[in-house]
């Protein structure tokens, strides 16, 4: 069967309008980052130079050589750049517009059949450059922040680095014939039909990607505090009921800031913010990867720390107590004594509710009030 490439150039060119729509769509929605923009014009780029191609012979050779193959590049570059930033890293537009014009002159330095070889190279070469550097963009974001989708992106674009590379060496030999277009296409009319079938599935990974990343940001959103990073009374349910039943101990801690209602009285709530954070980071340095921080609600923290019992919990809450207070000297313009009362009680972890664990360290915490504040209490035995 012989393939017709003029119709899969324009069956590809389709493809990316479609795909492109859908992710400027995608970015219409207001749920995600500007990245889908990115890679919607790069799509409908790819599409422009795919359709131009498609006419070679029909229209003038500027329009369907040196223009088509240089808005298609121009996309191909877009999509990396549109990956770059939802990577978080820096754009060179600088070194976007002398790539394009490089491009462009070469491919002008190569007319009609003569040139066909250096074309195919200058071609290849860019897009080969391109998934390559994709490719690395994928595995990074796969490792830095787990994203399942990013590993699918990486092995999407991995394949067509070789295939590039191959045609480079072929062009480089003199062995890819004088003309896109011949009357037998072979194996380059598979290769064709083979690549909008990628065109399709990067287009879905690259809105998979967006919307994994979103779907985790939300579930964050709902399970975090969003002022101080600590977990939310949400994301603390959650974290107890993932933990299996059994006998595993823990240390509970329930911490106040001591005095916190006269700072935001006599300061406001920025500076009473600027202390809940500070709080947090100062608790963070001290605490394990396994321990966990939650704010139960205004100045209210708890702390777990798994595998503890009450009297090593009681020493990691004398080290939190001078870590704040540490924190504290540094800020001269906060002149009001803050302090911490906190309250530790052991407990099981493993099918029990949270208001039920929580009632254990209660009373060690207001204790720790009634005594003058400013001091750990420990209630070594479940209150009755």
């Known amino acids: 069967m012989i393939i017709d490439l003029r119709t899969i150039f324009v069956t590809g060119a389709l493809t990316c309008f479609i795909i492109g729509t859908m992710q400027l769509m995608t970015f219409a929605t207001g749920r995600f980052t500007r990245s889908p923009v990115w890679w919607g014009v790069s799509s409908l780029c790819i599409g422009a130079g795919l359709l131009g191609t498609a006419f070679r012979g029909a229209i003038p050779d500027i329009l369907s050589i040196e223009f088509a193959n240089t808005i298609m590049l121009a996309g191909c570059l877009l999509l990396l750049f549109g990956i770059r930033h939802f990577a978080g890293r820096e754009l060179n537009w600088f070194g976007l517009g002398v790539v394009l014009l490089g491009i462009w002159t070469l491919l002008a330095l190569s007319p009609g059949t003569e040139g066909y070889s250096t074309r195919v190279m200058v071609v290849a070469t860019v897009m080969a450059l391109c998934d390559a550097a994709i490719v690395r963009e994928a595995v990074r974001l796969g490792r830095k922040e787990r994203l399942r989708s990013a590993w699918l992106l990486a092995i999407l674009f991995a394949p067509t680095v070789v295939i590039y590379a191959g045609r480079i060496a072929l062009a480089a030999l003199d062995q890819v014939g004088t003309t896109l277009f011949p009357p037998d296409p072979g194996a380059t009319g598979w290769l064709a039909a083979t690549g909008v079938a990628f065109i399709i599935l990067r287009g879905q990974a690259l809105l998979l990607l967006a919307t994994e990343r979103s779907d985790r940001i939300l579930a964050t959103l709902a399970r975090r505090d969003p002022l101080t990073g600590a977990m939310n009374r949400s994301g603390l349910e959650q974290w107890l009921a993932r933990q299996s039943r059994g006998e595993r101990q823990a240390a509970l801690l329930l911490v106040d800031i001591d005095h916190f209602k006269t700072l935001n009285d006599t300061l406001g709530h920025a500076a009473g913010d600027r202390i809940l954070r500070l709080f947090a980071d100062a ?102």
């Open 283 to 384: 608790v963070r340095e001290q605490l394990r990867s396994t321990d966990i921080l939650a704010r139960q609600g205004g100045d209210e923290f708890a702390i777990i720390l798994p595998d503890v019992g009450a009297r090593e919990a009681v020493r990691v809450a004398e080290r939190l107590r001078g870590a704040f207070r540490d924190k504290l000297a540094d800020l001269a313009e906060i002149r009001l004594q803050l302090t911490l009362s906190i309250g530790v009680a052991e407990i099981e972890l493993g099918g029990r509710e949270l208001d039920d664990l929580l009632v254990e360290a209660d009373e060690a915490l207001y204790r720790a009030k009634r005594l003058g504040r400013d001091r750990v209490q420990a209630q070594l035995k479940p209150a009755a």
